[in-house]
Nanobody, 118 residues
Framework: VQLQASGGGLVQAGGSLRLSCAAS????????MAWYRQGPGKQRDLVAS???????NYANSEKGRFTISRDNAKNMVYLQMNSLKPDDTAVYYC?????????????WGQGTLVTVSS
């Protein structure tokens, strides 16, 4: 399985960005796709996740500003980020997890950098 993230860039505070992540390979269902981020000098934290059934979960600080969605037919996951703040500056990673034959698997994309200027 490979994950390819894209859509990062430089944006002013208050602006918006949409991240995309394409998954390819042998993907089992049910599964969860997610976005994590790692800011400078910080640990990698969950931003939002979504099951293949469409159940979503958000970190508290992102609720109302970020929206995660997915296209199961295309094995894509998206993160729409609005009202961006300088604190949102981070490398954003997409993640895919599932269990196959009783074995848990987790995969990471390469990360895409989001920089929010004040």
């Amino acid at each position: 399985v490979q994950l390819q993230a894209s859509g990062g860039g430089l944006v002013q505070a208050g602006g918006s960005l949409r991240l995309s992540c394409a998954a390819s390979g042998s993907i089992f269902s049910p599964n969860i796709m997610a976005w994590y981020r790692q800011g400078p000098g910080k640990q990698r934290d969950l931003v939002a996740s979504i099951t293949n059934g469409g159940i979503t979960n958000y970190a508290n600080s992102e609720k109302g500003r970020f929206t995660i969605s997915r296209d199961n037919a295309k094995n894509m996951v998206y993160l729409q980020m609005n009202s961006l703040k300088p604190d949102d500056t981070a490398v954003y990673y997409c993640n895919l997890g599932f269990v196959a034959s009783g074995v848990p698997y987790t995969y990471w994309g390469q990360g895409t950098l989001v920089t929010v200027s004040s």
